[in-house]
Each structure stands twice: as C-alpha cells, then as structure tokens.
C-alpha cells in the first residue's frame, strides 16, 4: 500500500501562484508515474500533470507552459508548481501514484483550490 499526503491548499486571485506538495509513504518501491488531477464541480476529473520516474512530464493543453510539475525520488515527494492561474482552475486536486508492478493506482486526499477573478 502506499499513502499520499497532500498540501498545499488556497485561496490565490487570478494570476498568482500556488504550490502543491505531495508525500509518499508505505510501498514507495512500487511507485512510478506520479501524476496531479483536478476536479471542479460538474466536470469530470483531468490530468493536470504527470511525470515518470525518470522525470519526463506531460500537460494538458490546459495548463501547458503555467504548471509545472517535478518530483524528488530521494525524498519521494511530487510538487505541482501552478502560476498564472485562472479562474477555470479553481478544482479539487488530487496526488496520484501508479503501482508499477500491478498498474494500481494510489490517490491522496484532494486539496482545495480556488482561483477568484
């Protein structure tokens, strides 16, 4: 089992920056793509970024070129660095860890994230 501890929540206007922090613990070995998703009320979860162990990243349109994501495997942490946010961004934010031996996937508590205009 691995748990997922996520912080980093607020309340941040239009055009600021927020960062979001996520600890692993448990089974840490198993873990390998680790990833953030949002969901805001009436839509369905997205991917907002993920990242591999051997730190390549991928984004949604959505968010390309403001969030960024990066992970310390030493201190097994994943951060989502989100600047220039929007209001659209305003969602609950979820850590996610793949199990790379068995594709399960972990997820952490989501943190609140609101963006006023």
């Known amino acids: 089992q691995v748990r997922l501890v996520a912080s980093g929540r607020g309340l941040v206007q239009a055009g600021g920056s927020l960062r979001l922090s996520c600890a692993a613990s448990g089974r840490i070995f198993r873990v390998g793509l680790m990833a953030w998703y949002r969901k805001a009320p009436g839509k369905q979860r997205e991917l907002v970024a993920r990242i591999t162990t051997g730190v390549i990243t991928n984004y949604p349109d959505s968010v390309k070129g403001r969030f960024t994501i990066a992970r310390d495997n030493a201190k097994n942490t994943v951060a989502l660095q989100m600047n220039s946010l929007k209001p659209e961004d305003t969602a609950v934010y979820y850590c996610?860890?793949?199990?790379?031996?068995?594709?399960?996937?972990?997820w952490g508590r989501g943190t609140q994230v609101t963006i006023s205009s």
């Open positions: 996610n860890a793949q199990d790379h031996l068995n594709g399960a996937d972990y």
